[in-house]
């Protein structure tokens, strides 16, 4: 997976905006997590934004404090979701075994029948998403602070130490 996780995240730098202010979160840190994410679920990259609403989704609600939430429409989301893994579920099922999450749970012997217990897959899926983004996020906020702190000189210093409740949250 190597040369492909370079190319993307080269892509992502090399297309960053220059001259100007941008959401470091959105188009890096967001942006890099997602797309491997859908390297990982071997989803196509086009659908990686499902990836993101999914794991927002699912940790946001009544249970967490946001008490603003439509919960119909919270479960409507976590039913596309099932729907969607376990359509993907199959194709993997069907194919020789890859690398990928979801091929390596559907050949193997003690998950190979996780799909007849749709909650419970649903549940495992989530559980890489919402696992898989907020690691992710946060390694590549802290990394960019470390660049900021350190390899930019001390003026730069402050400002990151300033900011590291991001990666603390």
Same mark, same amino acid.
């Given at each position: !997976? +190597?040369?492909?996780? $370079?190319? $993307?995240?080269?892509?992502? /730098? ?5 001259? +100007?202010?941008?959401?470091?979160? %959105?188009? &890096? ?5 997602? $797309?491997? @994410? ?7 990259? +086009? *659908? ?7 794991? %927002? ?24 979701? /099932?729907?969607?893994?376990? #359509? ?15 091929? !390596? @749970?559907?050949? #193997?012997?003690?998950? $190979? %029948?996780?799909? +007849?217990?749709?909650?419970?897959? /649903?549940?495992?899926?989530? !559980?890489?998403? &919402?696992?898989?983004?907020? #690691?992710?996020? *946060? ?14 000189? #001390? ?11 991001? &990666?603390?949250?």
């Amino acid at each position: !997976l +190597e040369p492909l996780i $370079r190319e $993307r995240v080269a892509g992502i /730098l090399d297309n960053l905006p220059r001259n +100007e202010e941008f959401n470091w979160v %959105d188009h &890096v840190s967001r942006e890099m997590t997602m $797309r491997m @994410l859908a390297t990982l679920f071997d989803m196509p990259q +086009e *659908a990686r934004h499902l990836l993101s609403k999914w794991s %927002d989704t699912a940790t946001t609600g009544k249970q967490f404090g946001n008490h603003d939430v439509d919960e119909e429409a919270r479960l409507q989301t976590g039913l596309e979701a /099932l729907d969607y893994f376990t #359509n993907l579920w199959s194709e993997k099922a069907k194919s020789e075994p890859k690398g990928d999450f979801l091929s !390596l @749970l559907a050949h #193997n012997p003690a998950t $190979r %029948d996780l799909h +007849e217990r749709p909650l419970e897959l /649903l549940g495992n899926v989530i !559980l890489l998403i &919402v696992g898989g983004n907020a #690691n992710a996020m *946060a390694q590549v906020v802290a990394q960019q602070l470390g660049i900021g702190a350190f390899a930019c000189g #001390n003026q730069h210093q402050s400002r990151a130490h300033r900011h590291l409740h991001i &990666v603390r949250a």
